[in-house]
């Protein structure tokens, strides 16, 4: 029989109801407001054509659709249901099947104590040289991130090292600067990255992989200024734990991966219906970051349907007439952050705005080089930030960390990082890049 602290535990991952309630708040509210924005912009739309078996803009051909149909109001509230079944439904089923399977598999791993004795290993291995783990587990994620791009499948690897920086005395934070954080500026930094350089620079019109000493100045710079905030956050919180912005929803995790509770586990046997009845439970646990993200991308959807993208993109294309190369550039990559919103993926967006943007910048004195680097720091800075990440939202909704408090922690260092981008655009422009 289980004593009354196992009964107690809490296994695996799960969202807290009052976060869950938060975040439908949020994004049902966008919902709304996207939908409201389809009844105010005026619809317009692009030629398209096929370029390589792709469908990519015609630059030049925005024209308003004459007797447009605005969508009823009943769209706002089925977008969600219906992004299923649109192109975007195999990204949607993607992110949800994944979400419950590390859901299920933790929940499964750590009630038959695995998990602890994954943790105690590592602990036992590496607890005395834990900072250069800290260097190692970052360095390997941002050349992950930069070189391949890993995705929604970090998913999978997210909480274990959670749990590792927990029994390290460090804050649950730190886990997520190692892997989810590295891998995002990674591919922020992108070097050998199919996406975000060799087809980002092949749509472009430039040599691929070319111009690669400016993108290894970025990585190296990116990277030293990861690891310098991930190691002095984590030195703050080994000294104070209580400065840790996720003190109180990280106790779960430090009354069994610290201390002698971290080498306290029990040999059990586990018949197997109670493992897919275990399953089945941690699966339920994460799902709503599953209908999250069909929130998410229904607000997507519904500025697609409503024919208001290209009507956004026009008019952002005009604020670069009369300005300066530099100043061109920035709008062009604020224009990348805006348009990230209803077009995360990195091919779409590509395929969608980089045939407007290559002219904007010739006419503005910007090589086609220059506007693919520009795009590609554009196209992955906001997925730190951007509560219409979903990547970021189950990251969140693992923590158990509210939106406010991940901005509260990271802020500064966003700071940093956007500094360091403007001025790595300006020495693309200053130099002819």
């Known amino acids: 029989m289980e004593s009354n602290a196992a009964q107690q535990r809490q296994y695996g991952v799960k969202i807290s109801p009052k976060m869950v309630i938060g975040m439908f708040a949020l994004f049902f509210v966008l919902l709304i407001g996207v939908g409201i924005l389809t009844k105010v912009l005026p619809q317009g739309a692009y030629e398209r054509t096929i370029v390589d078996g792709q469908e990519t803009i015609v630059n030049g051909t925005y024209k308003l659709i004459e007797n447009p149909t605005v969508l009823p109001v009943w769209k706002w509230f089925t977008a969600p249901v219906e992004v299923l079944f649109s192109s975007d439904g195999p990204l949607v089923v993607f992110v949800i099947f994944l979400s419950v399977m590390v859901g299920g598999i933790y929940y499964v791993l750590d009630k038959a104590d695995v998990l602890k004795r994954m943790i105690a290993w590592i602990y036992r291995k590496f607890g005395k040289q834990k900072y250069f783990i800290l260097f190692f587990m970052t360095s390997l994620f941002l050349i992950v991130g930069s070189t391949i791009g890993f995705g ?8 274990l090292v959670i749990l590792m920086s927990i029994s390290f005395g460090w804050d649950s934070l730190v886990g997520v600067a190692l892997c989810y954080l590295a891998t995002t500026r990674g591919y922020a930094a992108s070097t050998f990255n199919p996406y975000g350089t060799a087809m980002v620079q092949s749509i472009a019109g430039v040599p691929v992989y070319s111009g690669l000493w400016l993108r290894f100045i970025y990585f190296i710079v990116t990277a030293a200024v990861l690891v310098i905030f991930v190691y002095l956050y984590a030195k703050k919180i080994e000294k104070n734990p209580l400065k840790s ?44 970051t599953g209908l999250i993200a069909c929130l998410i991308l229904g607000m997507q959807y519904l500025i697609k349907e409503g024919n208001i993208l290209d009507t956004i993109i026009h008019g952002l294309a005009q604020l670069t007439a009369n300005a300066s190369p530099f100043g061109a550039a920035l709008i062009m990559c604020a224009f990348v952050l805006i348009v990230e919103v209803a077009l995360p993926g990195t ?31 554009g196209d992955a800075f906001p997925n730190m930030i951007y509560p219409t990440d979903s990547l970021l939202i189950f990251t969140l909704a693992i923590l158990g960390c509210r939106y406010k408090a991940w901005i509260k922690w990271l802020w500064k260092y966003v700071l940093v990082c956007a500094a360091l981008s403007v001025a790595l655009i300006g020495l693309a422009i200053a130099v002819g890049f």
């Open 347 to 377: 091919m779409v967006k590509a395929l969608t705005i980089l045939p407007i943007l290559v002219p904007i910048g010739e006419f503005s004195g910007i090589s086609r080089q220059s506007t693919s680097f520009i795009f590609a720091i």
């Open 152 to 159: 929604e499948t970090i998913i999978g690897i997210i909480p």
């Open 245 to 288: 912005f996720t003190y109180e929803t990280d106790q779960k995790w430090r009354d069994q991966y610290t201390g002698q509770a971290l080498f306290t586990y029990e040999k059990r046997k586990y018949p197997f219906k109670e493992f897919i009845k275990d399953f089945f439970k941690g699966a339920l646990n994460i799902l709503p």
